[in-house]
Structure formats: structure tokens, C-alpha cells
């Protein structure tokens, strides 16, 4: 069993940073996949980044050079740093972990079996 918690969401201008953090609780860490997926008002939740075990990534083309994923094994926290961000960027932002461990990254939710209660990231044009 892993227990995720987002931190880092708010409210920003359009064109600015966020640096969301997702920290685990429960199983070992590193070898999980993990991965932040959004959900933006009257949309599906859709996949943002993924990060595995090895520290190879993906991405979805509307992030891609603009979002960052990135892991902390020993401190058992993931990140997404967001730059230039548009106000399309505006969601809830979900950390999700993949079970079982040594896998590869997955744009897919149904992948990942447990998730955090999310944090709201609001961009303001």
C-alpha cells in the first residue's frame, strides 16, 4: 500500500511557475512508476507526465518543454515543475503510482493503482 499527497497547487498568472510535489507514505518507492494526470472543470482526467523507475519520462504534447517530472527516491517524493503556464494548464492535479514496481512508464490511469486526493493548480490570463 502507497499513500500519496500532492502539495505546491495555487493560484499563479498566466506565464508563471509551479512546482507541485507528490510524497509517498507505505511501500518502498523507488522502484514505482509514477505519474501526475489533470483534470480540468466539465473535462475526463487526462495524463500529464510519467517518470519510472530508471528516470526515463513521457510527456503529453500539450506539456511537453514547458512541464518537468522528476523523482527524489530518499526523500520518496515526486515532482512536476510547470513553467510557462497558460491558463488551458488550469486543473487538479493528481500523483499516481504504478503497482508493481520495476514497470514502464504509462500514459494510461487504468495503470496506476493508487492515486492522491489532488491539488488545484489555477492559471489567471
Known amino acids: 500500500q502507497i499513500q500519496l499527497e500532492e502539495s505546491g497547487g495555487g493560484l499563479v498568472q498566466a506565464g508563471g511557475s509551479l512546482r507541485l510535489s507528490c510524497a509517498a507514505v507505505?511501500?518502498?518507492?523507488?522502484?514505482?512508476?509514477m505519474g501526475w494526470f489533470r483534470q480540468a472543470p466539465g473535462k475526463e482526467r487526462e495524463f500529464v507526465a510519467s517518470?519510472?523507475?530508471?528516470?526515463?519520462?513521457a510527456y503529453a504534447d500539450s506539456v511537453k518543454g514547458r512541464f518537468t517530472i522528476s523523482r527524489a527516491n530518499a526523500m520518496k517524493t515526486a515532482y512536476l515543475q510547470m513553467n510557462s503556464l497558460v491558463a488551458e494548464d488550469t486543473a487538479v492535479y493528481y500523483c499516481?503510482?504504478?503497482?508493481?514496481?520495476?514497470?514502464?512508464?504509462?500514459?494510461?490511469?487504468?495503470?496506476?493503482?493508487?492515486w492522491g486526493q489532488g491539488t488545484r493548480v489555477t492559471v489567471s490570463s
Open positions: 499516481a503510482a504504478r503497482y508493481p514496481v520495476m514497470t514502464a512508464v504509462s500514459v494510461r490511469d487504468s495503470d496506476y493503482a493508487y
Open positions: 507505505g511501500r518502498a518507492f523507488s522502484g514505482n512508476t
Open positions: 517518470i519510472n523507475w530508471s528516470g526515463s519520462s
